[in-house]
């Protein structure tokens, strides 16, 4: 992990082989700097898990991350509606644009998009699904039956969420069905699988 000042503010470097554990760790050590714009860059197959820390941490710090950026990353193509869990893939895949209505697409292993996901699109992936803007299509995290896959949103404003074998349909009216309308930053939010059913948290 590689922190640097910019002219806008900060430029957060995640690279290959960072984890979680130690991106806390280091965003720990230097909270003051992180009140400022921070634009987060992926660098090759970063840990899903060690943005999420990273966005929290800044947030937590007071500060407003920007752009999430993939440099050198090749756009994958669109997969069939199963994934093919017999290929060898990369343990993270990078989608940098927004999924629209009607975009079905299907990951071995874990996803981030750098975008929306529109109502009437469809993402699966064997492992997370994070994205950086808002949820409003169907996501199913751990489709090949993992538990511990969670789906990470700002927000979550599906009518229906997906994890491992579980679902959550939004109530009518709830923050899952209706997408909110904030003059503020959209509020970011995780929803994990506990005890069989899918709970959503509001990230602080």
Aim: glycine residues 10%.
């Amino acid at each position: 992990m590689k922190l640097r000042g910019t002219l806008g503010g900060l430029n957060l470097l995640l690279e290959p082989g960072d984890t979680a554990q130690a991106v806390q760790d280091a965003l720990d050590a230097r909270t003051e700097l992180l009140a400022s714009h921070v634009t987060i860059e992926i660098q090759g197959d970063a840990d899903p898990e060690a943005l999420e820390v990273a966005l929290q941490r800044i947030r937590a710090a007071g500060g407003t991350p920007g752009r999430v950026r993939a440099p050198r990353v090749s756009v994958p193509a669109p997969a069939s509606a199963a994934p093919d869990l017999q290929a060898p893939a990369p343990r993270l895949q990078i989608v940098p644009h927004t999924l629209r209505a009607g975009m079905r697409e299907s990951y071995p292993g874990s996803v981030i998009v750098l975008g929306d996901v529109n109502p009437g699109a469809e993402i699966l992936a064997g492992g997370d699904v994070i994205v950086v803007g808002a949820l409003r299509g169907l996501a199913h995290a751990g489709c090949t039956g993992n538990s511990e896959a969670m789906v990470w949103a700002r927000p979550i404003a599906s009518a229906q969420i997906r994890i491992a074998d579980a679902v959550a349909r939004a109530p009518e009216g709830s923050s899952l069905s209706t997408m909110r309308h904030r003059d503020d930053q959209p509020v970011p939010e995780m929803a994990r699988l506990l005890d069989g059913a899918i709970r959503i948290d509001v990230q602080k």
